[in-house]
């Protein structure tokens, strides 16, 4: 299955990023081969607006079925359940590799509503 | 000249004196017997009518056109959120729209292949609008958690009158809403005052408005020995249109929502030299 976790940088040794919309990385990992690659966020992490949306948009590009990260707004929330994308959550920062394992382990929660206030709107 | 300019007024930091200095000059234009009209495009947080008291005889609701999607016509091609430069539609399974983001542009409907995209008009405020004695009124009231002030800006400064001379009273800051309320005005008067934040927000508000290639000029509100803001613009050769004393008594005034000229009638003659400076340069 093709995850994508939020990242801070541009490993999975590196911690996550809590935030979904403006993460710094996000990083697709295949959870069957533990295959990784790494993609910037940098346009979204500068929008003016709408960076959770385009964010949703990008990861459903990627392909992903499900996203590991530490919040979602509401917004960003819509467009995750539009692509049918599951939302795993991690409530404190930890390594890549070890929230990818505690979600192998289904050790962390699926979110069902936004945990984060909007930006601004 | 023109017999009845646009005069926007303007300034980068909050709580300089802008509704102050626009409604104390609607009041003296129109002592004078000069038609005038007054707008308060502040639509986030319209305070003029505070002081002015307008009857009100007209309220209209504004509205931006925002896309709704045809499920069945649309062909996921994606082009409409591709094109859409506030992020307002994501082309997921099919397109999605945010309504709170879009500006209303249409771009999206004009690149829609399919012709699966209309608009339907979305509610952000109301234009209000009456008269204060002789003083043409009109404000916008931008809904209450809305945050897509510059088309109902816009919507109000519509209301210009061609035969009364215009003040528009700008939103503070230096972001879309200023630069939708000074845009095509003839002069912008750039109210501030002798603190390190007025002078540093006057400055953020000069680098937005010179490119905009607008007649500048500035009044130092509360003035006192501080004369940074002088110093700058004479650096900057901005003209320095008035200093406005600071008094305790105009606070007093402007507190209980009254105008200045009949407690304190010296401040007409503030507003007499601020015009003869004003109509100078346009």
């Not at chain 1, 710094?24 to 959770?52: C, P, R, S, Y």
């Not at chain 1, 959550?89 to 909007?118: I, M, Q």
């Amino acid at each position: 299955m093709k995850v994508v976790i939020t990242s801070s940088a541009q490993t999975l040794a590196d911690p996550i990023d809590m935030h979904f919309g403006r993460a710094k990385f996000f990083i697709l990992a295949d959870t069957e081969t533990g295959k990784a690659v790494v993609h910037d966020n940098v346009q979204n992490l500068h929008a003016v607006q709408g960076a959770g949306i385009q964010s949703a948009e990008t990861v459903a590009k990627l392909g992903a079925e499900t996203v590991i990260t530490g919040s979602v707004g509401p917004k960003a929330y819509r467009a995750l359940q539009a692509a049918g994308i599951k939302i795993a959550l991690v409530e404190a920062v930890c390594p890549g590799t070890e929230a990818l394992r505690r979600f192998k382990e289904g050790d962390l929660p699926v979110l069902d509503k936004p945990n984060s206030e909007g930006h601004w709107v | 000249m023109k017999p009845f300019p646009v005069i926007a007024i303007a300034s980068g930091k909050g709580g300089t004196g802008k509704t102050t200095v626009a409604v104390h000059l609607a009041a003296w234009l129109a002592a004078q017997g000069r038609a005038v009209q007054y707008l308060d495009c502040d639509v986030e947080e319209p305070n003029g009518h505070l002081f002015l008291k307008p009857v009100i005889d007209t309220t209209e609701t504004a509205s931006i056109p925002v896309p709704i999607v045809n499920a069945e016509a649309c062909i996921a091609c994606g082009k409409c959120a591709r094109v859409c430069e506030f992020n307002a539609i994501a082309m997921l399974k099919k397109p999605l729209v945010f309504p709170e983001l879009c500006h209303g542009c249409g771009a999206c409907v004009l690149v829609c292949p399919a012709g699966a995209i209309r608009e339907e008009p979305r509610a952000i405020g109301v234009v209000e609008s009456g008269h204060a004695g002789s003083i043409a009124f009109a404000q916008g009231r931008l809904n209450v958690g809305e945050p897509m002030s510059p088309p109902l800006i816009r919507k109000v400064k519509a209301r210009r009158m061609s035969e009364a001379i215009a003040l528009l009273d700008a939103p503070p800051g230096t972001s879309c809403p200023v630069v939708a309320t000074v845009r095509g005005a003839d002069f912008v008067v750039l109210v501030t005052e002798p603190t390190p934040f007025g002078l540093h927000d006057l400055s953020l508000a000069v680098d937005t408005l010179r490119p905009m290639d607008l007649p500048l000029g500035v009044i130092v509100n509360r003035a006192d020995e501080d004369r940074r803001v002088q110093a700058f613009c004479r650096d900057q050769n901005l003209p320095l249109l008035a200093e406005l004393p600071d008094d305790r008594r105009v606070a007093e005034t402007y507190a209980r929502g009254e105008l200045l000229f009949e407690r304190l009638p010296e401040w007409r003659g503030f507003f007499d030299t601020l015009w003869k400076q004003i109509e100078a340069r346009l």
